[in-house]
């Protein structure tokens, strides 16, 4: 059992780090008698120095009025009431025996949301428990996000030694990213602090390119900035491919041993002249021009990286691919002799400078039984997800699992995502709160949250630029008179429970005794290079004193080669140019709808929590002010915003980095799509389809670039006007400083 605090028993300060995501920023803790009462970034962190962003910085996440305290059952009024623990797991036991035996393993299903990834004891229990139980059946949040990522990878092929780092490019340019306030991969690795690490690559003469339709956090930093209609990505990308092409910019040598397929990309990207791009996306032209130039003629190192934007609008496996191919035709990797970044925690394979060829998943293997969609990285599809619950038949599934995540606020068409979920014979969920997906459930097992039980940091990726790692015991105990879990103690208990051993990490677990966290932490840690009883005496974690770690060169019998232009891929240009035929003039739709990062929110996670509400009180419509007059509409007006599929309400507000005709708001907000009045949701997921506009390979939505109109409901009352202009100022001068 851990010791809580210090020798003062009624306040103590420790350390500890943040879980919210893979950043881990180190964070000092103030206790009151076993309760923390304020986070704060710790400045004499190794990594973080001081960094923590709001999202961390919330103690009401452990403290918040609404947490549930206690497992809890559904009765048949939809209410909830509260559970003894082990009756409550004999329960989903006997329930999953019985939907097994009838059905088939393969109707049980699990659900990973963003927190799990940051859970290495349940991270890596959910895969050991769908293993074990025999299903296939497993979903995340993966590809619903950035899935596209890994659609390239696996059919372009990907540089076994690795990709330049942001702190010695000479270039970086992003395309839908805003690495400032989503504190994504953006920059490389993980920004352990991002303001600092681009004032850095600033002040030693780094360029910095942004294609964004909105001028970001991060654009503010740029020395260039394209900013395009959303959706428009595939054709900016393909622009930029022919203007290198044409003006010969390439690396010769690269392509002429690594590359397939140049000609072919070529001619398909041909029609995308610049008048034509500039004309289509509405750019100028001669910046078009000169991004080519920056990046094909004047950077040796510099990369392109994308983020949501693209990967979140129609044609995202394209975009994806048409600008990992700059890249590829650049040769923008690393080669033998370069240094790489390492992971301490776990061995990861020696860096080649080779090709992995293409390995195309979803072409082989297991399909889901209603569209015949394939798996990327052994999992299903979340995109249809709904179809698979909703669809009778064999293997229909009929149970789920979610640990960590929201999935009827995340996925496409709220609405039929809540009917799925409503059909379930047995829904189970681990969550803190009460949530759109858990409100729904049968069971809902209450975790412990972050600083209530050990962990690593993650140890199955690379997200740092130093090889560091830490590992932080509890700080604080659960509240008295709880009864909470470890997340991945119900898939445990269940396993037990109907006689499966778990293969967790290559160990067989115990049937009869649960482990600790502790223990499973140390299996995943079994190989690390720095030991885990090192990383316990050292409570703000060690950047590894390791020897370099160099790419090494490619192996004799190493033939893999980039496939620049499979079929399916010209196939897709082809489709975007005949799209551009049927869509000009836009005349049906005045508004493309814009997904955008919130600096205080992480995806659907904790919204309700009263410091995310005094701060963001609802999910507004930013407009250009111009927009706004051309409408009709003030600050906190409330509007109709009407898509093909569906409509929200939701409340304005002005930006002036937001282009014209360009309507941005935040994805996978609220719980129940329209419900403004109360909870002002506005969940931008009721507009989006689930079974049109989606990928052919990941199934993945259109949640961006979302052709709208708009139209004013009503005017509020001055006293509500006044609360939204005040909101709007506190929420503009948050997103512009740090």
Known sequence: MPHFGGSDMSRSEVKSFCRICAGSCGVRIVVENERIVEIRGDKSHPLTQGYACIKGLKADVENGPKRLLRPQKRQRDGSFQPIELEQALDEVASKLKTIIERDGADAVACFRGTPNYFNCSAYNMLPAWMNAIGSKSFYSSLTIDQSAKIVTAQRMGTWAGGRPRFQEADLWMLAGSNPLVSLSFGLGSFPSHPLNMMRAAKARGMKLICIDPRRSETAAFADLHLQPLPGEDPTIAAGLIHIILKKDWIDHDFCARYVNGLDELRQAVAPFTP????????VPKDQLIRVAEIFGRESRNGRCRTGSGPNMAAHSNLAEHLYDCLNVICGRFLRAGDAVDVQPLQPVPTPRAEVIPPTRPWEQGHRSRVSGFGTIMGEMMSGALAEEMLTPGKDQLRSMFVLGGNPVAALPDTNRSKAAFSALELLVAVDPYLTATSRLAHYIFPPTTQYEHPELTPYFMNPYSKPFAQYTPAIVPPPPGSQLVEDWYPLWATASRLGLTLNYADV????????????????????????LEELKRSPQGMIADLPPTVVQPARPDATGRFELAPPDVVREIRDVLHEAVMTAGESTYAFRLSTRRMRNVMNSDLQDLPS???????NPAYLNPEDLSALGVAAGDRVEIVSEHGRIEARVAPDITVRRGVVSMSHAWGTSGNDTKHSGSACTNVLVSSETQREPINAMPRYSAIPVNIRKLSSPAHHSAQRSDDHIAAVSDEESTW
């Open 612 to 618: 995310i509400r005094r701060h963001t009180p609802h």
């Open 508 to 531: 067989q677990l115990s049937t009869e005794i649960p482990p600790t966290t502790d223990e499973l932490l140390g299996i995943l840690a079994k190989d690390s290079l720095i030991p």
């Open 275 to 282: 008048d034509y791009v500039a004309a289509r996306a509405r």
